[in-house]
């Protein structure tokens, strides 16, 4: 029974319909007058230093207004973790030197795109080359060129994490092993490429349209790129076609590219990456080797841990220094350990970037540990579910790595999930080729540490009440996709008391809505709702001790519901729009506004954490090694669901990326160059391959989130793969430790046992 | 010496550079994907009864997507003047009958302009004709058919005012005179037409992209007219190419057709009148025949005027229904009388829709009034300046009407105007065929009478303080190319000490930007201004308390100036920005937020008069007729100036207007049909036929402006047609009483005297 008025319903998706009809504005649907074609061109050379450029023929070509190098910059670096001053390296135009193939060195402004092809085939650079370093491991070698020199052996970061002594805790297992993990080099893949369109006023305000998941970080960090105050950068957030972390590491290339064009015309500027460019350029998920050595106890209970996480951090450092030192806190979650110790480097080569992705680093540690958790699992002769629950945290843990969990409903998840997929029966009589497997994850909503020294993790919004009693809402919280813009107006008319249709939504725009530092870290939810809801429970405190005041009654007693204010005592009521007509005009129509924020009380880690378990039941053609992943039942607390049919669509869209990652997603580099940089050669699931996806809702609200709520659809992409290679070992009897398992790994690879 | 700091500059206007680089998004640039176009189609009866509308055949033009007709909407009427119920009677898309040829009749979206055209050519009507009516006194005559049905005697609005005993006054003349003016139909010639894109939202909700100067009052229009609540229809303003009235009528045809369209069709749709559509369908100045009979004592004193004054108003009432009252009003400014009475009658005809154009009646009536003064004067062998300085209002006078005149500076701008004109030795020495004259006029900012019952005639506005220092001026004033944009960004940045780039504007968005009823009366100035420096005020006020706590010294000794908080007596001095971060660090990073608000004190009238003398100086080709206006000097007491650049460019644009209204402009009529609606036949003055302007200002601050404002360049359209045709007489030795004074009229018309 939903004890909720708004929340909790699955209420359509505010954005749909205009998404359904195609009239829903992206930045590429967007057209200015005058407005020139801008096009990047990106570095052939993985690793070189730019001795001259010569752009006078590139200028000559007919229709070209503006060709830009890194010379027309200020040179200065930029990146998300603004309070790390060494990982501000991202040179969004490359100035000296470049390190990967993804790296822009030139852009054009031009009539067509035509003229602009022309001229980028047309500048001419010098080049000294410099070794190449593609792997960690030759990128750490002694002597090995440095690829930022502030950096010695190329060491992006290191991370060494000990709770807890180890050694006696292997020294009292009942049984240790040591597996090696390998995950491969995934893409994002927004259907939506990064896109931006930038404009520019005398004297110095720039205007940005552009799909990102931070416009609040795009305007800091375009303000430092070109050297103005922040006040003169305003970013315009039209709708997003999908971010995943691939547009979250504030301003890219494009970006600075089209507002320095747009400065040196006049004219707007917009800039379209090219699927080849999205895939090279942007950002990747950190391929990682993953070593474990574990060790449990004869009832299986997780007593030691040692893991050692190297990371190919590609050319610069984008969220990577973060994201070193998330895998090793990550690691740690969802389960109990009697101690662990974790060594993590990230590492620096001439590949593409690698940043944040749907989960952060947890998707790759937690299938290797949720893989060998199986392995020790039937070491010891335990059930995979049993094992779970064993070491399953419970409400109020803290996580040996430092996590205050408030709730959480693994058990409950692992419980139904086993009930929904009929985990016992399957396990036992499955026939050959066919297996069932599972995985758990957890993950947390929104980073409470300080991107910025300047600025806390918050969230801000405005509601402002009309005369006629509509209310608007204002927040910079950034909807790339995933219904944040849906769940907000629920949560501001749940905490009003209005109806869902009472409430319009204004979109991000830095020069309208207040601050959110934007969609990463699954945020949103819980940082920008409870913002939210803090703005309206003051909207509602002004109306209701107005009218208290006006009926001579105690506003204690008061309520707004369904669009009604009552005083049950007093017999009284009235609308909400007569209330605020009202109160408007006893305060000479002062628009009645009220403002909210959200500053996380544990400024170290984060406000809530979310769990998940999913089964999946694959098929494997023994022929071809073809897998089928027939189904997957999924079970997630993300405590209080705002929009049920919401979570439910998150749940789907992380099922599909997992089943990616374990399977078939890998971006093929040699010597720096990505081979399969398009949709035909790179594979994401089409939809004839989704398995039918079965949710169950587990786990109850959630103190510290709005109404109980925590992040959904991101920690669910994490438990995916484990049980896909978990359900190929019954299937196939072979252990998988590297991602993604091709055909041909299932044909020739793995580990018999 | 100016002591303001931002206030008083002449600050270059915030769209100047978008303007000027051709970057400026005005309606008409605006494209989305999928947008249709739209076109409406005016009926050629000037009065009938629309039968049957077979609209089979135009469905069947290929690519057209909707055709609407009146049988499409609720029926309903509308108008800006809400609270007079009587006046909606404006039918943006005719159901049952037809008043003019500017009546649409149907409206069709199409893929291209082609089908929408060949798809109006194959609706079908049937007719039943109504005599037409169309001159006022044919409308009234007993018997002729009734064009509203329940407006009997086709009578729109009949005034009749008394102030004094004006016998008795005639009685104790020394001098009385009874002459008969006529002015034109005039029309706005905005240099963008009304261009309005709709889309609609499922499951109802519309966004309107219109060029208007009530976004609000649109707004609440089409939710009268579609039948759904205010709050959703979104109305955004993109830049407007001019209104001078004409976009004040609140919804237009195209609006109400562009929404049904949208609606219909799932698409955008965008409309854009023809200049043909912009001069017929539109509105325009209401032609007058005015009929006054004027006593003076010897002394020159204006001792008693009867007033009869018969107005065209086409056939709708537009705000009309003001127009025959205020006309009544604005002819007792800006002069003092001993009696007055006056009565106006406003009649519909099938002819163009009458409504407010700059000035609002106040160029007709004053016209008739100052060339009378200089007859008069003539008559008793006073100078014209003379006349004037004897019955010129002065500082804190009530006008005979009621007008509440806190300040008025006329006295000091005759003595400006004459002296720069070098009125006396012009007037003595100017050789046959030139001439000198002078007109004078008042008009008030602001009207303060509630347009709709339930809504003041109020302003707001909304102050948002960023992280960093930067400011953000949220205000639904229209800026439609007078500038209020720049001024209420000066008053904000002058209220609260800080330089005119800290502060961006956010234009009207009724889903943004807090309520202003808009930009008519010449209230954006004083209405707007006062919200925008309450808001600012608040923010100041807070900052202030709040670092006076911090440093513990007394807020009263603490200011803020040039971005510098300060306290003089404590020694000590921070900035705005400093200030304004720990503000919000106190606050959990709540944003800082005020908002203001002005509802004006006089609820009947307004809130101050501006005044202002013109001289023109005029050269006639005694052969051809032809009139060069040489110069003209203009004088005006707009109190203290915010933007004195701005003011002169709204002063010279109105001598532009004022020429074009006495020399040439005409829309000419033959049976409801105009027959110059272009710009080649509709002689607006050119480029090279503009004179001289020279400026001077005159007037001190006025206790109820923001800083002491006024308004600006709306009442001195009124001088320069009295001051020109006053010139004539001097040079030609005719007397003018009839409007337009064409070549043909110089040659041939006139009173010898």
């Not at 998706?13 to 200015?32: H, I, N, Q, V």
């Not at 758990?440 to 806390?456: E, K, T, V, Y």
């Not at 039918?692 to 609200?701: L, N, S």
Request: glycine share 10%; with cysteine; hydrophobic share 40%.
């Amino acid at each position: 029974m939903n004890k909720y008025n708004v929340l909790g319903h699955s209420i359509p998706r505010l954005d749909s319909p205009a998404k359904a009809r195609g009239t829903a504005m992206y930045t590429g649907d967007l057209e200015f007058p005058g407005m020139l074609c801008g096009k990047i061109l990106t570095s052939w050379m993985p690793h070189a230093r730019i001795l001259h450029v010569d752009t006078a023929e590139a200028r000559r070509v007919p229709g070209v207004k503006a060709v830009i190098t890194g010379r027309d910059t200020l040179g200065r670096g930029c990146g998300p973790m603004r309070a790390r001053e060494k990982s501000l390296d991202f040179i969004p135009l490359a100035k000296d030197k470049v390190r990967f193939t993804g790296d822009v060195i030139a852009a054009v402004a031009a009539r067509d795109e035509d003229a602009a092809d022309e001229a980028l085939g047309r500048i001419k650079f010098e080049w000294e080359e410099i070794q190449p370093l593609f792997t960690p491991e030759e990128a750490m070698k002694p002597g090995a060129p440095l690829i930022h020199e502030q950096m010695p052996g190329n060491i992006s970061r290191k991370i060494v994490l000990t709770y807890g002594d180890v050694a006696e805790g292997f020294r009292r297992s009942h049984r240790i092993r040591e597996d090696t993990f390998t995950t491969s080099s995934v893409s994002h893949v927004p259907l939506e490429p990064h896109i931006c369109i930038a404009a520019f006023e005398s004297p110095g305000s720039y205007t940005l349209w552009t799909g990102t998941q931070v416009p609040y970080l795009v305007k800091s960090d375009l303000a430092l790129l070109l050297g103005v105050a922040e006040s003169q950068v305003r970013v315009i957030l039209p709708f997003v076609g999908g971010g995943f972390g691939s547009k979250s590491d504030g301003a890219f290339s494009l970006d600075l590219c089209a507002a320095l064009l747009a400065r040196e015309t006049g004219h707007p500027v917009k800039i379209v990456y090219s699927r080849e460019d999205e895939f090279i350029t942007t950002r990747r998920r950190h391929p990682m080797k993953i070593h474990l050595k574990t060790g449990v106890n004869r009832q299986g209970d997780i007593i030691a841990r040692q893991a050692g996480v190297l990371m190919d951090g590609g050319a610069y450092s984008g969220w990577g220094q973060a994201s070193v030192y998330l895998a090793g806190l990550f690691l740690c979650l969802p389960y109990r350990y009697g101690a662990y110790h974790y060594e993590g480097v990230r590492a620096f080569t001439n590949n593409p970037v690698s940043s944040a992705m749907r989960g952060h680093t947890a998707p790759q540690v937690q299938f290797a540990s949720d893989v060998q958790l199986d392995m020790l699992a039937e070491d010891i002769g335990m059930d995979p579910l049993e094992i779970r629950m064993r070491n399953a945290l419970e409400n109020g843990e803290v996580t040996i790595a430092g996590f205050k969990v408030p709730t959480c409903g693994l058990k409950e998840c692992l419980k139904a999930v086993a009930d929904k997929s009929d985990w016992y029966a399957r396990r036992a009589n499955l026939p050959g080729g066919k297996g069932i497997g599972m995985g758990c994850a957890g993950f947390p909503s929104g980073h409470g540490a300080r991107l910025r020294p300047d600025i806390p993790a918050y969230a801000t919004a405005i509601i402002r009440v009309n005369e006629d009693g509509g209310l608007h809402l204002l927040c910079g919280a950034a909807d790339t996709g995933q219904g944040s813009d849906t769940i907000l107006v629920q949560i501001a008319a749940e905490e009003l008391g209005v109806a869902f249709e009472d409430i319009r939504y204004v979109r991000a725009d830095t020069d309208i809505t207040p601050a959110d530092l934007g969609s990463y870290s699954s945020r949103e939810t819980v940082f920008a709702g409870n913002a939210v809801k803090n703005a309206a429970g003051q909207v509602k405190e002004k109306l209701l001790s107005f009218i208290a005041a006006q009926w001579q009654v105690d506003r204690d007693g008061m309520q707004i519901q369904g669009g009604q204010i009552s005083c049950l005592e007093a017999d009284k009521s009235m609308s909400f729009k007569q209330a605020a007509r009202l109160y408007q005009e006893a305060h000479h129509f002062t628009p009645l506004v009220a403002e909210g924020s959200y500053d996380p009380p544990d400024k170290v880690y984060y406000a809530n954490y979310s769990f998940g378990v999913q089964v999946a039941e694959v098929e494997v053609n023994q022929d071809t090694g073809q897998v089928k992943v027939v189904k997957v039942v999924s079970s997630h607390d993300c405590g209080q669901m705002v929009n049920p049919m919401s979570v439910e669509g998150q749940l789907e869209g992380s099922v599909h990326m997992g089943i990616g990652f374990a399977l078939s997603e890998n971006m093929v580099l040699h010597q720096g160059q990505v081979l399969n940089p398009s949709l035909a050669d790179y594979a994401i699931l089409l939809p004839a391959d989704m398995p039918a996806v079965e949710c169950v809702h587990g786990g109850a609200g959630d103190p510290e989130g709005p109404f109980g709520a925590k992040e959904s659809g991101e920690g669910t992409v994490g438990p995916t793969a484990p049980a896909i290679v978990n359900a190929l070992y019954q299937a196939t009897k072979k252990r998988f430790r590297d991602l993604p398992v091709t055909p041909a790994q299932v044909l020739k690879g793995g580990e018999k046992k």
